[in-house]
């Protein structure tokens, strides 16, 4: 009972992801039928993808608020360019490294001006979001490839498995992060850098590379959502990404990895984009409009992270 | 440390009702048992010392007293009546003030402000700011620091004046209990003395003290009586008769310790001394100040010392490659050392003053710790190899004498003593050829102490150089080959081994002409 | 009396790029200072201002405190005011602007109850009761409607020739001013510097933290009073661009992100700023996508400037510190 206790900060989110789905298939009909389960792992997919950079920039003692429009730039950018004829093969990797540079110049401005990333992203995200306005004056007229929409279509098929490949792409995704957290010098560096940032430099840790490194993943996982999104609404929509801001944070600290850094993981983070999208689709089955969609996902959010992503009392701390 | 003890007549003990008594208290944490078991009581008008090793759950009994954690169990009598003492206010309103390890200053706001701080209500105001800075300058006249101006901004003071304000902010407070703790670490000579002397005057006034100290000879100097505290438990009070350090050390140590603390006493051992390692070439560290040289050879350990301010700190920083001189250069044989990076590839690992802010990494494990700066040696493509990193760990754990249940066990787990070998072999993972450290026995209990002197000497015997800048004089008479002493923000002395005593060494942080003068 | 002017305090970038961008704004347009655009200008700069001074409380209180509501929640007032108030029959100036405070207290108390007791991460808790506000906005005024009561005509208008949102800009400083005399200006500072030093001082943090939060919810109240004064009427989008200019103008007001530090003035010139070259902006009849931009960039540079100057300073006290 005490090693329960002891990891509750581990255990709840995967135990709350489980027990949410029995709860919502006992009251929604039909919700444990084989479609609405592989639409909980694609919409979950799409959600976990968006959080991975996330996850990454806030265990690092950062955060990323451009994930949104990084997402919105990708799915404008990637099914205009389409729409005009440009190969996918061609702008679909111009996107993601679109995403990577915005990344590293967000990491490389944090660390070199040693300003909250808060702003920094903020600032970038309102830059893009006005570049992309700009550039196509609201005239989002595009399509996207078949392969992309199937890709990302819930009664897809990967080969011989009946999830839709976006499914398989995060579940690979999943155990690069793992391991990249646990066994490599960056995902140390990531850690230890949250856990003490005037100790990080003193030991040593190429802090500014780090930083750089680490929003430039971030970004270029936000740009690959972004293209994967466009898929899943087959348009061209910059406001795409907007819910992606309070979903992704707060799959994040759901999942456990708190805010300030140096703690938790990606695998958590995988138990809260679950929880997200299991309340979500709870949501909607209830028959709730858009209005009370938004105020129960808030409300119940900030219960979740109330149960066990509280912050430490000041007392403890001293 | 130069006052000579037992000047004057011991205070009435124990005579009326304690203040405080304590009776069994007890706090855990999860499974780990901060402090198991620990009475004794603090009369009126005493100087109580509390003393044992990191980790023994002094810093614990304190948080409860001060109200900062709750207690498990057991009773905490005040005034003869059981009370919980809910929060820090609470604790200040039945007059019990306390001077935390931690020097708890607010850099942006002023000397008064970080004085009076917390004698406000949420919106009233108690005292005009007219009022304020008069018991402001009350309240440091006592430590003899009335020249700081209190509309200064703390961010411009030295450690040894914050830590002075901090004291300044307690004794403001209507207290009948001061609790210090190892609040005096920072402090100089001179303030320090001025502070025991206005400690003696509240007892005299019937107020009592509880005071933590590292020091024997601070602790031989003003306490009354002194409470042994061991793993959490109250071994044994003594009385200013009954007190020796040896007896003192002997309650707090365990029976390994105490062996380890005899085989201290034992002479420096003849190393050969190798090339120049870290050569300091006209240094000035101000425009204005005097330049200097002073040389680190391999084999070699040189102490720094100085009183507070005087410019140690800001040597070795500069040593470290932290801060440029004002003129000339540190030199190795890789060049001047002009940053940080460029000084760690000349081989020179620094351990900086503050662990907590400034050394580990808590959450993470001892493993990573240990190894977090060369991390590179044991990757392929930006992967661990994890094997061959966990023998390192090993091997670093042996070569620090480090105590911890395993290398996947979090720092944060570990007592500070331990905390602070872990540290020591992070840098050992680089394999140095130079140490620089700045104080690396603040807030280490003995054995750690013990632990630290072995791989420093080790590491000196194998050819490296080592560079200690420490407060506690008696550890550089022991360890080093010579101390360097600072006075003005300049090089005042060298003190070779043959002539290094306490009192030589006194003498020069002191600017003394009797100390030899002379560069190396 | 004495007056001492520091130079060394953080609104001075903040008040230079003010006034620079003044006298842009009358370069490019002299009538930019003509007695009749006071109004306009005015009403056109408060949102901006007050909701800057909104979030400038609770970052100044540290502990990553900062309240992304702000914007939703002047739209959720302007909401009340201009629907669901004047549909229950309440038009008198003293009951409205009643409820319209009380909002904003109860919604710093949500949000310092979240934070402080509960323990929620700030920039969690203040996203929840965002689209909480946002989502009850929405079930109020599912589109843009209602109408302004005519006693809002003394904020929009002008009285005794002076702009009536100008007493609005009054009150808030007089006020601040007011509280800035107790001793909570100075708690609020050291809750922000390092808590653990507030809270072993024994000063009440929680509510320090608390009040920072009412503080914020009252003003983004007062700024959905003059939405609804501004617009005689009520749009549920119209707070959600203010949440982003609230943060840059902090930012631009000089305003340290750390907490401990800061205050009303320069977050007033920062507020101000982005209005300016909104202005500007408009002027040149640039598209209001490029405003986007330059919002973005000169947070950017702003963040820079900051930093650079912030490092010299330190550098030179460290410098002098052996």
């Known amino acids: 009972m005490n090693w329960v206790r002891h990891r509750l900060d581990v255990i709840a989110p995967f135990g709350i992801a489980i027990a949410l789905f029995f709860i919502t298939a006992a009251v929604i009909p039909g919700y444990g039928s084989m479609v609405s389960i592989r639409s909980l792992l694609l919409l979950s997919s799409l959600l976990g993808i968006a959080s991975a950079g996330q996850t990454l920039t806030i265990i690092m003692g950062g955060i990323d608020l451009s994930v949104p429009a990084v997402i919105g730039l990708a799915c404008v950018g990637f099914a205009v360019a389409f729409g005009q004829g440009v190969s996918p093969w061609v702008i679909g990797p111009i996107v993601i490294v679109a995403g990577i540079i915005i990344g590293a110049i967000n990491g490389l401005i944090s660390r070199a001006l040693r300003v909250n990333s808060l702003i920094v992203t903020l600032a970038t995200a309102t830059i893009i979001y006005g570049a ?17 929409t199937d890709f990302v279509s819930v009664i897809g098929w990967t080969g011989p498995i009946p999830v839709p490949g976006a499914v398989i792409l995060w579940a690979f995704l999943v155990l690069v992060f793992v391991i990249l957290e646990r066994r490599s010098v960056l995902g140390r560096w990531v850690y230890a850098s949250g856990a003490n940032p005037g100790a990080a430099e003193l030991a040593h840790i190429p802090s500014l590379l780090l930083w750089t490194v680490v929003f430039a993943i971030s970004g270029g996982l936000s740009a690959l959502a972004g293209i994967l999104l466009a898929g899943f609404s087959s348009a061209a929509n910059p406001q795409v990404g907007d819910a992606y801001l309070f979903t992704t944070l707060s799959a994040v600290v759901i999942g456990g990895t708190p805010i300030i850094g140096g703690r938790g993981g990606y695998a958590r983070t995988v138990a809260g984009c679950f929880i997200i999208t299991e309340l979500t689709m709870l949501l909607i089955g209830l028959g709730l409009d858009e209005a009370a969609q938004q105020v129960s996902l808030g409300v119940l959010i900030i219960v979740l992270v109330a149960i066990y992503g509280r912050e430490t009392h000041v007392r403890m701390q001293i | 440390m130069s006052v000579p003890a037992l000047k004057e007549t011991p205070a009435p003990l124990p005579s009326a009702a304690p203040l405080v008594e304590f009776r069994g208290l007890r706090r855990n944490f999860g499974e780990t048992i901060a402090l198991a078991d620990c009475s004794f009581e603090i009369q009126p008008g005493e100087i109580h010392a509390l003393v044992g090793e990191n980790g023994s759950g002094k810093s614990t009994l304190i948080k409860i007293l001060s109200g900062i954690l709750p207690e498990s169990g057991g009773e905490l009598l005040w005034d003869g009546k059981v009370t919980r003492i809910a929060d820090p206010r609470t604790a200040q309103q039945h007059g019990i003030a306390t001077v935390f390890q931690e020097t708890l200053v607010l850099d942006q706001l002023s000397v008064r402000d970080n004085v009076v701080l917390g004698l406000d209500r949420l919106f009233r105001r108690v005292h005009s700011v007219a009022d304020e800075t008069k018991l402001v300058r009350e309240a440091l006249d006592t430590i003899g620091m009335n020249a700081l101006d209190p509309a200064m901004p703390v961010a411009a003071l030295s450690l040894a004046q914050r830590q002075g304000v901090t004291i300044a902010r307690a004794l403001l407070r209507p207290w009948r209990l001061l609790v210090l703790d190892e609040s005096t670490s920072a402090l100089d000579v001179d303030a320090r003395d001025r502070l025991f002397e206005a400690l003696r005057g509240f007892r005299a006034a019937g107020r009592s003290i509880l005071f933590v100290s590292h020091r024997m000879d601070e602790i031989l100097d003003v306490a009354d009586r002194s409470t042994v505290l061991r793993s959490g438990r109250s071994v044994a009070t003594v009385t200013r008769a009954e007190t020796t350090t040896d007896g003192l050390l002997e309650l707090m140590s365990t029976h390994e310790e105490a062996q380890a603390a005899e085989g201290a006493a034992r002479a420096v051992p003849n190393r050969a001394l190798g090339a120049p390692v870290i050569a300091a070439k006209g240094v000035a560290l101000l425009p204005e100040t005097a330049p200097f040289d002073l040389t680190v050879r391999a084999g070699e350990i040189v102490g720094i ?20 001189p004002a003129h000339g250069a540190v030199e190795t044989d890789q060049g001047a050392i002009t940053s940080f990076s460029n000084a760690a590839r000349a081989g020179i690992a620094y351990l900086p003053r503050e662990r907590k802010t400034q050394g580990i990494f808590a959450p993470l494990s001892v493993l990573d710790n240990l190894t977090i700066s060369a991390l590179k040696r044991f990757a392929h493509f930006g992967i661990l190899a994890e094997s061959r990193r966990r023998a390192e760990g090993r091997r670093l754990i042996a070569q620090s004498h480090v105590a911890t249940a395993g290398l996947g066990a979090p720092i944060s787990a570990l007592s500070g003593g331990n905390q602070q070998k872990v540290f020591l072999g992070r840098l050992l993972a680089l394999n ?25 000497e080790q590491f000196a015997s194998d050819g490296g150089a080592v560079m200690l800048l420490s407060t506690e004089l008696a550890e550089l008479c022991l360890l080093c080959d010579r101390v360097a002493v600072f006075h003005n923000r300049a090089l005042f002395a060298v003190i070779e081994r043959k002539s290094l005593d306490v009192q030589a060494l006194i003498a020069a942080m002191f600017g003394q002409s009797g100390a030899s003068r002379g560069t190396a | 009396m004495k007056f001492k002017i520091d130079w060394n305090a953080y609104y001075w970038p903040a008040l230079a790029g003010f006034v620079i961008l003044f006298v842009g704004n009358i370069v490019a347009n002299p009538i930019f200072i003509s007695h009749d655009n006071w109004r306009p200008v005015l009403l056109g700069a408060a949102p901006f201002i007050i909701t800057t001074w909104a979030q400038t409380v609770p970052i100044m209180s540290g502990n990553g405190d900062l309240d992304l509501s702000v914007g939703p929640l002047a739209g959720l007032v302007n909401a009340v005011m201009a629907m669901t108030l004047p549909g229950l029959g309440i038009t008198d100036p003293f009951s409205m602007i009643a409820i319209a405070l009380a909002i904003g207290v109860a919604s710093g108390l949500l949000n310092g109850f979240l934070v402080t007791i509960v323990r929620v991460q700030p920039i969690i808790a203040t996203l929840g009761t965002f689209l909480t506000y946002q989502g009850l906005t929405l079930e109020l005024l599912p589109i843009s409607g209602g109408t302004a009561p005519p006693w809002m005509k003394v904020i929009s208008g002008n009285v005794a020739g002076i702009p009536g949102v100008f007493f609005v800009f009054v009150l808030i400083a007089v006020a601040w001013w007011l509280l800035g005399k107790t001793a909570y200006r100075r708690n609020l500072l050291a809750v922000g510097g390092d808590i653990r030093a507030a809270y072993t001082a024994g000063i009440n943090v929680i509510w320090v933290r608390i009040v920072a939060f009412i503080v914020s919810g009252v003003l983004a109240a007062i700024t959905g009073v003059v939405f609804t004064a501004t617009i005689g009427a009520a749009d549920p989008t ?52 490029y405003i986007q931009i330059a919002y973005g960039s000169i947070l950017l540079v702003a963040l820079a400037l900051n930093s650079m100057v912030d490092r010299a300073r330190r550098r030179k006290a460290q410098a002098a510190l052996v």
């Open chain 2, 432 to 456: 140095p050829r130079a140490l620089v450290l700045n104080d690396p026995m603040r807030g280490v209990d003995l054995g750690a102490k013990q632990d630290i002197y072995k791989i420093l």
């Open chain 3, 238 to 289: 119209i707070g959600n661009p203010y949440i982003l200019t609230s943060i840059a103008g902090v930012a631009l007001g000089g305003v340290a992100f750390s907490g401990g530090q800061g205050g009303l003035l320069g977050a007033a010139a920062g507020g101000a700023l982005l209005f300016l070259i909104e202005n500007l902006f408009s002027l040149a009849q640039v598209s209001i996508y």
């Open chain 2, 305 to 324: 010392a100085g009183l507070e301010g005087h410019g140690q700190v800001a040597f070795v920083e500069a040593v470290a490659g932290l801060r440029r």
């Open chain 1, 132 to 148: 992309i306005w700009a550039q196509t004056k609201g005239d989002n007229r595009g399509s996207v490839p078949d392969f992309v």
